[in-house]
């Protein structure tokens, strides 16, 4: 196992990050994942002993189970805290009350103490805000997220699920007042899905950001199970829960690229996948995530591919983007820029 720094930190995480969202299985959660104690135990013990250190979650997630079962089973293994990165996040719904929900102030401190009840631990190293409130001014939120780190309940803050120019804001603001700023960024990154290489990625590079592709497999349509002709997998969240949405037909183009390079290397489409994003440039650390102990590690097995020059290059011709304005325009007017 391979380890990165967290974008402009001295903290260091592993190449590969575990995603408890499969933990719980409450409420529509249930058709990510519904692992259970002893189950969530074999897979932490498993994560750690491959040497990741890189734990991440969401109060959210079955609705705080999923914070739970991580904090009691970093108890009944008996880990060192000191020697994990637990990261959670904060936006979402989590109980009826009006200010039980978003990015205000109040929220975020209620949830940060809540989260830290359930997972047993004294403090969050890495905190997301979970995605966009519209009804809080960023100036809010951004001042809210310094003063929860200044309380040492958090370590880390930073971003997922945002538009680039809000991400931008945010940390025009932060650095305006000296404020704690975003460190890194969580967000969709896949094959199937390659949006964040048009303004996301190179906000990333640009203010030494790091970068934590999720659902990398694209909600599993990239483990191999699918094709053409299998429409349905039988044991894949995608069956009954089809997100994030993809182009499929596009998808089917890339697996069947994928399907074949990973014969030639005796590994699954699934390995193939993901060493593609743990190969593109900017990548920190790659949320996988696992109801069983075989996927778990079939998917860490994904860190000894590496792919020649010649399949990546066949690989980014099938899952390319589309060309967009004003991208395009970008690249034509840069051209005279070249030096010769």
Avoid at 133 to 161: F, H, Q, S, W
Avoid at 215 to 226: D, E, Q, T, V
């Amino acid at each position: 196992m391979k380890f990165n720094f967290l974008g402009n930190t001295g903290l260091v995480v592993s190449e590969i990050c575990f995603g408890a969202m499969t933990f719980g299985g409450k409420g529509y959660w249930e058709a990510i994942g519904k692992v259970q104690q002893q189950e969530v135990n074999d897979l932490i013990k498993t994560v750690v002993d491959s040497g990741i250190n890189f734990i991440d979650t969401a109060n959210v997630y079955s609705f705080g189970e999923s914070e739970k079962l991580l904090g009691q089973s970093i108890k009944d293994l008996g880990l060192n805290r000191h020697e994990l990165v637990i990261a959670t996040k904060v936006r979402g719904r989590m109980g009826e009350g009006v200010n039980n929900v978003g990015l205000s102030r109040y929220h975020i401190f209620q949830s940060v103490d809540e989260s830290l009840q359930r997972l047993q631990l004294d403090h969050i190293d890495i905190l997301y805000v979970h995605g966009v409130d519209p009804k809080t001014p960023v100036e809010e939120t951004v001042r809210a997220l310094n003063d929860i780190v200044l309380t040492g309940k958090v370590r880390y803050v930073a971003v997922c699920n945002w538009p680039a120019w809000m991400v931008m804001k945010a940390i025009g603001i932060a650095e305006k007042h000296g404020w704690n700023k975003f460190v890194g960024m969580q967000y969709f990154y896949s094959l199937a899905g390659r949006d964040i290489e048009r303004e996301i990625l190179p906000l990333a590079a640009d203010q030494n950001l790091a970068v934590m592709p999720w659902s990398p497999l694209a909600g599993g349509f990239l483990s191999g199970k699918y094709t053409r002709d299998t429409e349905k997998a039988g044991d894949s969240r995608r069956d009954t829960f089809d997100f994030p949405p993809i182009n499929k037909e596009k998808s089917y183009d890339i697996i069947d690229v994928i399907s074949e390079i990973g014969k030639q290397h005796n590994v699954s489409a699934a390995q193939v996948a993901l060493a593609w994003v743990r190969l593109q440039k900017g990548v920190t650390s790659t949320i996988i995530g696992a109801k069983r102990i075989d996927q778990l590690l079939d998917n860490i097995k994904s860190t000894e591919l590496e792919l020649s020059a010649e399949e990546l290059k066949k690989i980014d011709e099938v899952s390319a983007l589309p060309k967009e304005y004003p991208g395009w325009m970008v690249e034509r007017q840069s051209a005279d820029r070249e030096l010769k």
